[in-house]
């Protein structure tokens, strides 16, 4: 049964990480909800969350606590459950406080959509440091939100720290310490392509929570 699926998971998952049953449940209660994660796929998710803390030097823990901060934000921008298991691993990994990643994606959303449907100086700012075409960023952010989060990024990391500072006042994100967020983003890409990787496969398989849990 459903119950049984998701009980079985959270026994799991504490058994075998640093969290405990009851922050396990709530948490994945939450996650399945503003995630969209279908009872059948709560190994899934638990796999996910799992191996990226064990491929990454974020703990389980911190990557819950993480992701249950930008599920409803990120998930109404079109990410998927693995890509926020992924995003949540990266920034827990780059130190970057919960709530502070919470505010930050929370507004980089807000803007993007903003500058999307009103287009402008903003829409071509966006476009610029993403290294794409105004006309090209909605379709990308529709079909591929994570990846054009992954090259803004990189646009950004690439400037010096008044270059950085312009173009977060231009991107309409100054003020929030967005740079932070971004730059650690940019200078450590690669953090953010393993998390990807590791939760999207660990997320296809869903059979990793169990195997460390038979260890």
């Known amino acids: 049964t459903d119950l049984e ?3 079985k998971t959270v026994a799991q998952f504490a058994a075998t990480t640093n969290v405990s ?5 709530t948490a994945f209660g939450a996650l399945g909800e503003l995630l969209d994660v279908s ?3 709560y ?3 638990g796999s996910a969350i799992a ?3 064990v491929n990454s030097v974020a703990t389980e823990s911190e990557i819950l606590s993480m992701a249950t901060r930008l599920a409803a934000s990120a998930a109404n921008a079109g990410y998927s459950a693995q890509q926020v298991v992924a995003l949540s691993g ?3 990994s780059l130190r970057v406080a919960p709530e502070r990643a919470q505010g930050v994606m929370e507004v980089y959303f807000n803007r993007l959509n ?14 610029h440091y993403a290294g794409v075409s105004t006309g090209e960023v909605e379709a990308l952010v529709k079909t591929d939100p994570v990846g054009f989060f ?14 950085t500072t312009q173009a977060l006042e231009q991107l309409g994100l100054q003020g929030i310490r967005a740079g932070e967020v971004f730059t650690r983003v940019a200078n450590n890409v690669e953090v953010f392509d393993q998390a990807l990787a590791d939760s999207t496969s660990a997320y296809a398989d869903g059979t990793f929570l169990a195997q460390v849990y038979g260890m």
């Open 39 to 41: 009872a059948s796929d």
């Open 90 to 92: 990266a920034l827990a």
């Open 114 to 127: 903003t500058a999307i449907a009103s287009g402008g100086e903003q829409l071509n700012a966006f476009a």
């Open 5 to 7: 699926s998701f009980t």
């Open 150 to 163: 992954r090259r803004l990024a990189e646009g950004l990391g690439g400037l010096d720290t008044i270059q």
């Open 51 to 53: 191996y990226v803390g």
């Open 21 to 25: 049953t009851e922050s396990a449940g």
């Open 43 to 45: 190994n899934r998710l």
